[in-house]
């Protein structure tokens, strides 16, 4: 629950209590890049709901640690994984299907074990530093020789 404003923030610890939450959610604040990767790396899933149009690096953060992710279509990053079989992804404003999909992960864990592995190794395959350094020089290259 890192990065909300004020009034959202008291919104969400009050539901958090009126559903008897509090010994299963924490909220943190800002976390440093380490304390990430280490709650990545130990979470089950990891679940991002709002669309943004822009990239949205939560699963690409996650699948680096082995971790898949439950995200809504349309943002940037859910182009780079495999529904179903990376993470799980859902129309934005659909609040069932994140229910669906977070109800499924919590009740089938070694498939989420599963799809983290996959997304991992997907990550690895198709959005490593070294990828995007190639892209990017074959971009400017191509440019060059226009």
Not at 1 to 11: K, P, T, V
Not at 16 to 37: C, F, K, M, N, Y
Not at 108 to 126: F, K
Request: aromatic content about 8%.
């Amino acid at each position: 629950a890192a990065g909300l404003d004020e009034a959202l923030l008291r919104e969400f610890t009050a539901e958090v209590e009126r559903r008897g939450l509090t010994d299963r959610v924490e909220i943190t604040g800002p976390l440093s890049e380490s304390e990430l990767a280490e709650r990545y790396a130990t979470a089950r899933f990891v679940v991002q709901t709002w669309h943004s149009p822009g990239f949205g690096l939560s699963p690409l953060e996650a699948a680096a640690q082995g971790t898949t992710f439950v995200i809504p279509t349309g943002q940037g990053s859910a182009e780079l994984f495999r529904d179903r079989v990376d993470g799980l992804m859902f129309p934005p404003d659909d609040a069932d299907a994140l229910h669906r999909a977070v109800a499924l992960l919590v009740s089938d864990p070694e498939r989420a074990w599963e799809m983290g592995r996959s997304a991992w190794r997907h990550a690895r395959a198709h959005a490593s530093w070294t990828l995007r350094a190639k892209e990017l020089a074959d971009a400017l290259a191509d440019a060059v020789a226009r």
